[in-house]
C-alpha cells in the first residue's frame, strides 16, 4: 500500500517560517516528480511546488516564487517545502502527491498525480 504522509503544518504568524515533510511508504518515488499542492476554503486545490526526481529541478507557482523552496531526500523517501515569509493567503491545507509517471518535468497539474498525502494545515495569522 503506497502511503504518503504529511507533517510539519502548524499555526504561525505572518512572517514566520515551517518547513513540511512527507515521508513516503509502500514503495520508492524516485524515479518520480514529487509535488506539494494547497487548497483553501472554498477554494480549488492549486499547484505550489514540485522537483523533479533527481532533486535537480524545481518548479514555482508565482505566488510562493523566492519564498518556498522545495528539496527532496531520495534515500529518506521524502520530500519537503520550506516556507519563509509566511502571509495569511498562504493559510491551506497543505497536500504532497507523486507523479503518476516517471522521470518527468515541470509537471504542476494535479491531474497528473496519482498518489496523495492527507494533507497537513497550515494557517497564518496577520
Known amino acids: 500500500q503506497v502511503q504518503l504522509v504529511e507533517s510539519g503544518g502548524g499555526l504561525v504568524q505572518a512572517g514566520g517560517s515551517l518547513r513540511l515533510s512527507c515521508a513516503a511508504s509502500?514503495?520508492?518515488?524516485?524515479?518520480?516528480?514529487l509535488g506539494w499542492f494547497r487548497q483553501a476554503p472554498g477554494k480549488e486545490r492549486e499547484f505550489v511546488a514540485a522537483?523533479?526526481?533527481?532533486?535537480?529541478?524545481?518548479f514555482y507557482a508565482d505566488s510562493v516564487k523566492g519564498r518556498f523552496t522545495i528539496s527532496r531526500d531520495n534515500a529518506k523517501n521524502t520530500v519537503y517545502l520550506q516556507m519563509n515569509s509566511l502571509k495569511p493567503e498562504d493559510t491551506a491545507v497543505y497536500y504532497c502527491?507523486?507523479?503518476?509517471?516517471?522521470?518527468?518535468?515541470?509537471?504542476?497539474?494535479?491531474?497528473?498525480?496519482?498518489?496523495w498525502g492527507q494533507g497537513t494545515q497550515v494557517t497564518v495569522s496577520s
Open positions: 509502500g514503495r520508492t518515488f524516485s524515479d518520480q516528480t
Open positions: 522537483i523533479s526526481w533527481s532533486g535537480g529541478s524545481a
Open positions: 502527491a507523486a507523479d503518476r509517471a516517471p522521470r518527468r518535468f515541470g509537471v504542476t497539474s494535479l491531474y497528473e498525480y496519482d498518489s
